[in-house]
T-cell receptor, first 117, second 113 residues
Framework: GAVVSQHPSRVICKSGTSVKIECRSL??????MFWYRQFPKQSLMLMAT?????????EQGVEKDKFLINHASLTLSTLTVTSAHPEDSSFYIC?????????????FGPGTRLTVL | RKEVEQDPGPFNVPEGATVAFNCTYS??????FFWYRQDCRKEPKLLMS???SGNEDGRFTAQLNRASQYISLLIRDSKLSDSATYLC??????????????FGAGTRLAVHP
C-alpha cells in the first residue's frame, strides 16, 4: 500500500523555538495533504488542508501564523510550529490523499511527537 | 455536542469474546463512514469502510444506520492482537474543497489471555 513518512518522529525543543515537521508521500503524488493534531486520550483534530502550489486552508481556531504550512511539491508538505510553547506539545500526524486510478484514500504518516519544554 | 461520539471504554475482554462498539454522529449530511484502528502512540490505520448494507471482513462486521445516525463494529473471536483503540470516522463538509475526516475520540479495547 501507499506509504507516507514523517520526519522527525520525535522532537523535544525549548519554549520559543520553531520546529519543522516534514510529510512525504513515498510512492504516489499527493496534491492534497492534511495535518492533524492529537492530544492524549483525545481524537485527531484536523488543523489544516495543504494544497500543492496554493495556500493551506486552516480549520477554525487554528492560527495560520503560528502553524505555517508549505506544500511545495506533489510529495512534500511541511508544518512549522513557530515560537512553540508547552501547550503545543502534542502528536502531529499528516495524511496524504491518493486519487490515482479513481481512488480517494488518505494514508497517514507515522506521526511526530512534539514536546516543548 | 461532539460531531462523532464513542464510548471511550476501556473494554476488557478475554480472548475469544465477541465485542461490539457503537458510534453516533451528529451531522445528517455525513457521507462516508469508516472504522480505523490506532495502536498506542502510532498513527491510525484504516480497518474498514462502513456501508448501509453492512459489511464483513473476516471477524469484523460493520453496520450503518443512517436514520439513527449510528455506526457499529462487531469483533468476533477476539485475539490479543486486537487490543487497540478503535476510531469511528465520518466524512462531512469540505476542507479546501475535499471531504474532511472527523474522528471520534476512540474506544479502547484490551483483550487478555
Amino acid at each position: 500500500g501507499a506509504v507516507v513518512s514523517q520526519h522527525p518522529s520525535r522532537v523535544i525543543c525549548k519554549s520559543g523555538t520553531s520546529v519543522k515537521i516534514e510529510c512525504r508521500s513515498l510512492d504516489f503524488q499527493a496534491t492534497t495533504m492534511f495535518w492533524y493534531r492529537q492530544f492524549p486520550k483525545q481524537s485527531l483534530m484536523l488543523m489544516a488542508t495543504s494544497n500543492e502550489g496554493s495556500k493551506a486552508t486552516y480549520e477554525q481556531g487554528v492560527e495560520k501564523d503560528k502553524f505555517l504550512i508549505n506544500h511545495a511539491s506533489l510529495t512534500l508538505s511541511t508544518l512549522t510550529v513557530t515560537s512553540a510553547h508547552p501547550e503545543d506539545s502534542s502528536f502531529y500526524i499528516c495524511s496524504a490523499r491518493d486519487t490515482a486510478g479513481g481512488r480517494d484514500t488518505q494514508y497517514f504518516g507515522p506521526g511526530t511527537r512534539l514536546t516543548v519544554l | 455536542r461532539k460531531e462523532v461520539e464513542q464510548d471511550p471504554g476501556p473494554f476488557n475482554v478475554p480472548e475469544g469474546a465477541t465485542v461490539a462498539f457503537n458510534c453516533t454522529y451528529s451531522n445528517s449530511a455525513s457521507q462516508s463512514f469508516f472504522w480505523y484502528r490506532q495502536d498506542c502512540r502510532k498513527e491510525p490505520k484504516l480497518l474498514m469502510s462502513v456501508y448501509s448494507s453492512g459489511n464483513e471482513d473476516g471477524r469484523f462486521t460493520a453496520q450503518l444506520n443512517r436514520a439513527s445516525q449510528y455506526i457499529s463494529l462487531l469483533i468476533r473471536d477476539s485475539k490479543l492482537s486486537d487490543s487497540a483503540t478503535y476510531l469511528c470516522v465520518v466524512t462531512t463538509g469540505f476542507s479546501g474543497g475535499y471531504n474532511k475526516l472527523i474522528f471520534g475520540a476512540g474506544t479502547r479495547l484490551a483483550v487478555h489471555p
